[in-house]
């Protein structure tokens, strides 16, 4: 068997169990198992169960954020290359659960380097998400943003972001009860896209004082 099919092959029982057991649970021999190989060659071809853990981290991250940025439809509205990313997120995450669970549970509880990992794939997200809003501003304008828009717009990104991804974990733990990535998406694009409508037209939000 090709190297490149049985180390899949192991990286796919590893997120399994990963996600079943947690990280300090996980045992190499039950990975082994599940993938069909002997423990020696799970050591032999990814070294350690921290190299593992990273590998199957960084597989995943990579895949989470191609599925994002391939969603987005660059001929949409603005609003629809928005949907189609949030709905690309969704659509990933509810695919494939055990590896949204190592990413946003397992890897973020322990420590370096997973943690540094999930960030960096976390600010690629950040990054389309940031670019999605700005463009989506700068049509709905026709011209630049005014500046506190420009301003909030980070802000709104990375909230974007944090809120997908405690739907992702909320939904994803619904079991037959889960909503569709569809219904899931519209929720979240409910909320952002009716802010994102006050901050164009300069109705922010400010706190009355009694």
């Not at 506190?148 to 939904?171: C, F, K, M, Q, Y």
């Not at 164009?200 to 400010?206: E, K, L």
Request: charged content about 20%; hydrophobic content about 45%.
């Amino acid at each position: 068997m090709p190297r490149e099919v049985r180390e899949r092959q192991m990286l796919d029982a590893a997120v399994e169990i990963f996600a079943r057991r947690g990280y300090a649970a996980a045992s190499m021999d039950e990975i082994a198992e599940l993938a069909g190989a002997s423990k020696p060659l799970v050591y032999l071809y990814l070294n350690s169960k921290e190299d593992l853990f990273s590998a199957c981290i960084r597989r995943e991250s990579e895949a989470l954020v191609t599925a994002v940025r391939s969603a987005v439809d660059p001929e949409a509205s603005p609003d629809g290359r928005l949907w189609s990313g949030l709905l690309g997120f969704f659509a990933h995450t509810a695919a494939h659960p055990d590896a949204w669970a190592v990413l946003h549970c397992q890897a973020r509880t322990h420590g370096e380097p997973f943690t540094s990992a999930v960030c960096a794939m976390r600010q690629e997200i950040i990054d389309v998400v940031t670019q999605l809003i700005t463009a989506t501003a700068r049509e709905a304008c026709a011209a630049e943003p005014a500046e506190p828009v420009e301003r909030e717009i980070s802000g709104l990104a990375h909230a974007l972001v944090g809120a997908a991804e405690s739907l992702a974990a909320w939904a994803n733990t619904r079991g037959d009860a889960a909503p569709s990535e569809k219904e899931t998406a519209a929720t979240l694009m409910n909320l952002v896209w009716a802010g994102l409508g006050n901050l164009m037209n300069g109705r922010c939000w400010s706190a009355t004082r009694p």
